[in-house]
């Protein structure tokens, strides 16, 4: 059972650019969510999603766009990538919506922009 | 809103030695606080968590942690400390969410404390 499959775990782009990290679960959730994780602030939510075709924002969601076209996958889109952006993305599933619910993780995206 | 801080972000023991890490919440109504662990180089994984059933919760690996609402605290605590142990530990609350009573999973977490155990 792989849990929630991150791609790729380390990436470097340069300023300006794009690019999609993906993440794919397979526990049949329909709950899914990206974090980013910057050293000394915890995880901030960029956006989430509640099942197939409904994505909405979360806390930090400027610069970033979601899609979710199946239960499975559930990519973020950076767009004219900013240094700004330096982070660990983490990608979230949960089988539930109700408040106690246990979060699965994947193993991260290490992106830098330089 | 709701928040968690947790108060030291590095804390380095012993192997064999009490770990203690500690978190405060602020929060409108009844929380639900998890902890989560962070091994190097992988995804967040749940140690423990708190639904408002026993004060007292036990974890994975021999953590536990115990919900004081007079303090406003869900401090995480290890008797004996592994050099395994070694990792970052995040506490978080359950967002309250919409109207409709339902956060949709989504957590607000710490900062972060990265446990250090020396041999």
């Known amino acids: 059972n792989a849990g929630v499959t991150q791609t790729p775990k380390f990436r470097i782009l340069k300023i300006g650019q794009s690019m999609t990290l993906q993440c794919t679960q397979?526990?049949?959730?329909?709950?899914?969510?990206?974090?980013?994780?910057?050293?000394?602030?915890?995880?901030?939510?960029?956006?989430?999603?509640?099942?197939?075709?409904?994505?909405?924002k979360g806390e930090v969601p400027n610069g970033y766009n979601v899609s979710r076209s199946t239960t499975e996958d559930f990519p973020l889109r950076l767009e004219l990538a900013a240094p700004s952006q330096t982070?660990?993305?983490?990608?979230a599933s949960t089988a539930t919506r109700a408040r106690g619910t246990e979060a699965f993780f994947g193993q991260g995206t290490r992106l830098t922009v330089v | 809103a709701q928040s968690v801080t947790q108060l030291g972000s590095h804390v380095s023991v012993s192997e064999g030695a009490l770990v203690l890490l500690r978190c405060n919440y602020s929060s409108s109504v009844p929380p639900y606080l998890f902890w989560y662990v962070q091994y190097p180089n992988?995804?967040?994984?749940?140690l423990l968590k708190y639904t408002s059933a026993a004060?007292?919760?036990?974890?994975?690996?021999?953590?536990?942690?115990?919900?004081?609402k007079s303090e406003t605290s869900f401090h995480l605590t290890k008797p004996s400390a592994h050099m395994s142990d070694a990792a970052e530990y995040f506490c978080a609350v359950s967002d309250l969410g919409n109207a409709g009573g339902t956060s949709y999973g989504k957590l607000t977490f710490?900062?972060?404390t990265i446990l250090t155990v020396h041999p």
């Not at chain 1, 982070?87 to 990608?91: H, L, P, Q, T, W």
């Not at chain 2, 007292?56 to 942690?65: R, S």
């Open chain 1, 87 to 91: 982070s660990v993305y983490f990608c």
């Open chain 2, 110 to 112: 710490g900062q972060g």
């Open chain 2, 55 to 68: 004060t007292l919760v036990k974890g994975i690996n021999g953590f536990e942690a115990e919900f004081k």
């Open chain 2, 42 to 46: 992988q995804g967040l994984q749940l």
């Open chain 1, 26 to 56: 397979d526990m049949n959730h329909n709950y899914m969510y990206w974090y980013r994780q910057d050293p000394g602030m915890g995880l901030k939510l960029i956006y989430y999603s509640v099942g197939a075709g409904i994505t909405d």
